[in-house]
């Protein structure tokens, strides 16, 4: 598979396929669902099959300001996209350019002109354009006048509720991964540089991980049953503190990641970060020896969750 940027013309070998168009981010039940049918309709008629994103979300855009709330890198989404069977990944810059253009402009322009796409495929909720100008109706419209095939794809429900990147959201800032999980078909992970830092937890025999949360949601502040995906393949197990580490000065943001059984140098490396369960909150204890002896404790737990 092949990454994209949706601001040239799409190779050749690429132009008449069927695009999968929304911003996917964490891509989920109801976006796989889109994309499936986007890559079932392109496999019936022998053409490529391409899954269109947007960097950064249009909120971002918008809402400079917002808090961070993404669920997925697009290095994450690649190979997503890559193992739910996409030829490509097509990334459209949503810059100042790109949300002026109004519904008509995007499609002729942008998915015609430059991507050459033969059919769309989206969600029912699905809006684009100048002010959210285009719908749904507009696109079938559109897909009438201009010539290209549109379908829709309905939201996709599981225990009880419509699926979608909120009730993520939702799930994970509340301390329900396994929830999330549900919802993603995975665990949400974090993917970072493993940076260097105070050796704090050397010192008190758990020697971490630490990755930067950077633009990505962040999920309720504690400790975690985690698993880390290393860049050889590997998968650890471990115990991770998300948050600002109450028991030590300054406050600074982390991912810290405890691995079990393992002793190697990660420094420099890109890893990701699985949250697996939520154990407990982040606490400030009275003293080294009182943190130590939960932390043990927390690791006992872990073990024993990532173990079943």
């Known amino acids: 598979m092949v990454r994209l940027g949706g601001e040239a013309p799409v190779p050749s070998e690429l132009r008449g396929g069927i695009v999968a168009l929304g911003n996917f981010d964490g891509f989920h039940l109801g ?21 269109a994103t947007f960097d950064p979300h249009p909120v971002r855009h918008f809402k400079p300001d917002a808090a961070p709330f993404r669920l997925t890198t697009l290095d994450q989404r690649e190979r997503l996209f890559a193992a739910a069977g996409a030829d490509a990944m097509l990334v459209f810059a949503f810059d100042a350019a790109l949300a002026s253009l109004d519904a008509r402009a995007f499609v002729a322009e942008r998915l015609l002109g430059l991507v050459g796409a033969g059919g769309v495929v989206t969600g029912e909720d699905f809006t684009f ?15 009438e006048d201009l010539g290209f095939s549109v379908d829709t794809v309905g939201p996709v429900v599981a225990d009880g509720g419509v699926v979608s990147s909120s009730r993520i959201r939702d799930a994970l800032q509340a301390g329900r991964p396994r929830e999330a999980a549900a919802l993603l078909t995975r665990p949400f992970a974090v993917e970072g540089v493993v940076q260097g830092g105070a050796k704090l937890g050397r010192t008190i025999g758990y020697p971490t991980a630490n990755v930067d949360m950077g633009k990505y949601l962040r999920p309720a502040y504690g400790i975690y049953a985690v698993r880390g995906r290393l ?16 028991m030590f000065e300054p406050p600074v943001e982390l991912l810290e990641a405890y691995f079990f059984d393992f002793a190697e140098d990660l420094y420099g490396q890109t890893i990701e970060v699985e949250l697996i369960e939520y154990l407990r909150p982040e606490a400030k204890f009275d003293g080294l020896e009182a943190l130590q002896a939960q932390m043990a404790a927390d690791c006992e737990r872990a073990r024993a969750i990532l173990s079943t």
Request: proline share 6%.
């Open 129 to 143: 354009g100048y002010r959210k100008s285009g719908n749904v109706d507009v696109l079938r419209r559109l897909g």
């Open 31 to 51: 976006h796989q669902a889109v994309a499936g049918a986007a890559i079932a309709r392109a496999r019936d008629e022998g053409r490529p099959a391409l899954i």
């Open 231 to 246: 860049p050889d393949g590997r998968v650890l197990a471990g115990a991770a503190n998300l948050g600002i580490r109450p």
